[in-house]
């Protein structure tokens, strides 16, 4: 239990799924971005996004976990993409998931910083709002990208997060409401942090 009627609100809108009852929703008054922990396979939004890897053929993680909810066609689909980029995003159907699509994205791998990886993960949430707003989405559901097994400093994988979003949300007036899912109370408090602070 434990819902404000803010929360309600904003969760109403994703029609949050009974595993994701305990979840926490934060909203900042007349913000299009909201984090929550929770699993975002549950989720039912317009599109999700997938923290997948350049072959786009599935793996660990959020990548795995997607995979096995959505069921043998999304990877079937996806061999037909031919890959993806660091920084970049292809669509594909959301098939047994409760999204109707799945972007897939890839993040870069964590290097210290000095390689070019808060431009590249940046890009990894533009690329896949501008791909969303292609696709008529109005709801979209982000995982913390890069922040598990690419080893991105979760807190300052947030930072760039919302500061990307919100840049974007900017031109993309279509796209109605962005869904942090964070996994773990952790990376919701990282998001949290990053949504109250004024402007970076
Ligand atoms: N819902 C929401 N978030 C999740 C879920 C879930 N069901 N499962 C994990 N997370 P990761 P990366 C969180 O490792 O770092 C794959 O093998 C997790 O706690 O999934 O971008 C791909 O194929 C973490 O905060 O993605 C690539 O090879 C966040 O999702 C590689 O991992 C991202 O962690 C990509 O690594």
């Known amino acids: 239990g434990g819902f404000?009627?803010?929360?309600?609100?904003?969760?109403e809108r994703f029609r949050l799924i009974e595993d994701l009852q305990d979840a926490q929703c934060e909203r900042q008054a007349m913000s299009r971005i909201t984090s929550l922990v929770g699993d975002i396979t549950k989720i039912e939004a317009d599109a999700i996004v997938n923290a997948a890897?350049?072959?786009?053929?599935?793996?660990?993680?959020?990548?795995?976990?997607?995979h096995r909810a959505a069921g043998q066609e999304l990877v079937q689909e996806c061999r037909l993409l031919?890959?993806?980029?660091?920084g970049q995003a292809k669509i594909t159907s959301g098939y047994r998931l409760p999204a109707r699509h799945v972007i897939?994205?890839?993040?870069?791998?964590?290097?210290?910083?000095?390689?070019?990886?808060?431009?590249?993960?940046?890009?990894?949430?533009?690329t896949s709002l501008?791909?969303?707003?292609?696709?008529?989405?109005k709801?979209?559901?982000?995982?913390?990208?890069?922040?598990?097994?690419?080893?991105?400093?979760?807190?300052?994988a947030a930072g760039t997060a919302i500061k990307a979003i919100r840049s974007a949300l900017g031109d993309l007036p279509g796209i109605e409401s962005v869904m942090l899912v964070a996994f773990d109370e952790q990376a919701h408090a990282h998001l949290v942090k990053a949504l109250k602070r004024k402007e970076d």
């Open 4 to 11: 404000e009627p803010t929360m309600w609100l904003v969760c």
């Open 53 to 66: 890897n350049s072959s786009l053929l599935g793996g660990g993680g959020v990548d795995g976990a997607i």
């Open 82 to 86: 031919h890959g993806c980029k660091t």
């Open 104 to 126: 897939h994205t890839v993040g870069p791998v964590w290097r210290g910083g000095e390689e070019g990886e808060p431009d590249l993960l940046a890009s990894c949430y533009e």
């Open 130 to 137: 501008r791909l969303a707003a292609e696709y008529s989405c």
């Open 139 to 156: 709801t979209v559901a982000f995982p913390a990208i890069s922040t598990g097994i690419y080893g991105y400093p979760a807190d300052l």
